[in-house]
């Protein structure tokens, strides 16, 4: 992933690094760029999740902040299950735990190869940041396990009753569909207004992920903060395969 800022082309404003306010999100482009700088303490990052901003920036870039429109978001009860899947689920191969395994599981998302992709964005100082918010109550992970060897994941935080995809990675076939399953099964069940998957992609939209205008994201973002937050240790959570669902 080559740079993403050039302060010319944008004209974005810089954050101040004694306050934690950012710029309006319905004011920005479609692209999202918002703000630039700042830092990655756990009182900037919250605050930013919580106005529907995400940080994502590439190695030897200064932090950038976006809220991208339109937004892609997955409703719990509406991801897709292709028959195929179905039967990889049936077969009871994986094993899924939550918050078992967070710094190996961001750790993962950062190094395994994507297509595409050069480098990753999830630096270690974002390695950082999350594992403070997980230590902190707010970041979760789902660990999926083929035969006790941990081959698949994703991490993101939860606030309300809102999940903040984050990323994902998978060593074996289908693993990462799995953890997103396992995810949206137990959101669902605590009522989870939505998942978001901040940026379209193909792979998303093929789990039952939409794309919604930003304006209907941010609205939706401040429903559902009113609700109670799962914070804490998410190890308790249990999930197995339900085939009726």
Not at 25 to 52: F, Q, V, W
Not at 159 to 173: C, I, Q, Y
Request: proline share 6%; with cysteine; glycine share 8%.
């Amino acid at each position: 992933m080559g740079s993403m800022f050039d302060e010319e082309e944008y004209f974005v404003p810089p954050l101040n690094k004694y306050s934690y306010i950012f710029p309006n999100p319905r004011e920005a482009s479609d692209e999202g760029l918002l703000a630039y700088g700042g830092d990655l303490s756990s009182s900037r990052l919250l605050t930013a999740y919580r106005n529907g901003i995400f940080p994502w920036y590439s190695p030897g870039d200064p932090i950038l902040w976006w809220s991208p429109d339109p937004r892609l978001l997955l409703y719990p009860e509406k991801f897709y299950l292709r028959k195929s899947f179905r039967r990889v689920l049936r077969s009871g191969k994986f094993r899924v735990t939550f918050d078992k395994l967070f710094p190996n599981v961001i750790r993962h998302c950062a190094s395994v190869p994507r297509e595409g992709q050069e480098s990753t964005w999830i630096v270690e100082e974002i390695q950082e940041a999350f594992i403070r918010l997980h230590e902190e109550g707010f970041a979760h992970s789902v660990e999926v396990y083929y035969e006790d060897e941990l081959v698949g994941g994703l991490y993101g935080i939860a606030m309300g009753k809102a999940f903040f995809g984050e990323s994902m990675f998978s060593l074996r076939a289908d693993a990462s569909k799995v953890a997103f399953k396992a995810l949206s099964d137990v959101l669902g069940l605590r009522g989870y207004d939505f998942v978001d998957c901040q940026m379209q992609t193909d792979h998303m939209i093929g789990l039952g992920a939409e794309v919604v205008p930003r304006d209907i994201f941010l609205d939706a973002l401040k429903v559902a903060l009113t609700k109670p937050s799962d914070l804490g240790s998410w190890q308790h959570f249990k999930w197995e395969y339900d085939d009726g669902k």
